[in-house]
């Protein structure tokens, strides 16, 4: 193998007894939870809004950031949920330079796996400590959401990931809503299948065991938009967009349908300050349509405390160094506007 092997980490079992959770921690994730799970089984009619930067890149304006969210939701609670996004394996998509925290923990050091293993799971844990919240992380690398797996409250998997039949069979497993991202060339079906995968028991290989999965009921679809042939985006939260996604759920015995849709990404073309706007729309066509109001269950928006992104280096507090983000002023006005329109 054209590889050098340069040394075995540590298992998460030894990761979480080095850094565990206390019981009070654990029963507060455990009741939100179990809140999430009612949105998805159209037992809690509030609004799931997963928000936060596009990749958790430094501790301190992620805390930063998580505190002022925590203080707005004491005003919105009863009609969204809010579960933030602490994205800590979240490269730039190409995987040139930044590589996300679990890679380089500190931006502007080389790699060290070692110490970002333990920077992701102290962000974590730190959020829920601070806060109360329990958080979304994108399943970017299967083998790594035990590292992970007691604190988070939601996982995505991307656009990129969603073919991925690792990504599917381990998804079977989770006991957290996992959403599937439509593929960047758009077509529901891959989508549809990687639903249906998940919501199945399946048997197979993880981390060198032979596991058993009983499949996650909660396993639904996120609309992010795609790209045409020409690289171009294009939006796929339009009206008839979602009307198409209840008729395809309508052919598929699945359970608890729903569709997050993405503000972001192709959906606004990469230019965050449309997620309002998008919001906006959608909630219309929730009011609108019984069969769509039903299906859409949230947003998932990017947020950070300064608007747009900056080079790694660019030494803006709270600004993001990959996608560009919605900042702090606009965010506080997209959830009380939201808030109002309920």
């Not at 997050?260 to 919001?279: L, V």
């Not at 747009?308 to 702090?328: E, F, H, M, R």
Request: contains cysteine; aromatic residues 8%.
């Amino acid at each position: 193998m054209n590889m050098e092997f340069i040394k075995t980490l540590q298992q998460p079992v030894e990761i979480k007894e080095m850094h565990p959770i206390s019981a009070k921690v654990t029963e507060n994730i455990q009741r939100r939870n179990a809140d999430i799970r009612m949105i998805f089984e159209g037992k809690d009619d509030r609004i799931l809004l997963i928000i936060g930067p596009c990749s958790a890149d430094n501790e301190e304006s992620v805390i930063d950031y998580m505190t002022r969210l925590q203080k707005l939701n004491d005003h919105v609670k009863d009609k969204i949920m809010i579960v933030p996004r602490i994205y800590t394996n979240k490269p730039r998509t190409t995987g040139e330079g930044y590589k996300g925290m679990l890679h380089q923990p500190d931006p502007n050091e080389a790699p060290d796996l070692v110490k970002g293993i333990v920077a992701t799971r102290k962000l974590h844990m730190d959020t829920v400590e601070q806060t109360g919240f329990s958080c979304a992380d994108e399943m970017l690398y299967p083998e790594n959401y035990k590292y992970l797996d007691d604190l988070l409250s939601y996982v995505a998997v991307g656009a990129r990931s969603v073919e991925n039949q690792q990504h599917r069979l381990v998804c079977s497993g989770v006991s957290v809503p996992v959403g599937m991202k439509n593929p960047t060339s758009g077509d529901y079906s891959v989508m549809m299948n990687a639903i249906y995968a998940a919501q199945h028991p399946h048997t197979f290989i993880y981390r060198g065991w032979e596991v058993h999965s009983t499949g996650n009921p909660y396993t639904h679809a996120i609309l992010r938009g795609y790209n045409n042939k020409h690289g171009q985006s294009m939006p796929n939260y339009h009206y008839e967009d979602i009307v198409r996604l209840c008729d395809e759920y309508d052919k598929r015995e699945l359970q608890n349908p729903a569709v997050i849709i993405d503000t972001n990404h192709a959906n606004s073309g990469k230019n965050p300050f449309e997620q309002p706007r998008i919001i906006d729309e959608v909630l219309r066509f929730r009011r609108y349509n019984e069969r769509v109001g039903r299906l859409v269950k949230g947003f998932m928006v990017e947020s950070y405390l300064e608007d747009g992104n900056q080079p790694v280096n660019g030494g803006c507090y709270g600004k993001s160094i990959t996608d560009a983000c919605l900042g702090w002023e606009k965010t506080e006005k997209l959830i009380l506007d939201m808030a109002e329109m309920l």
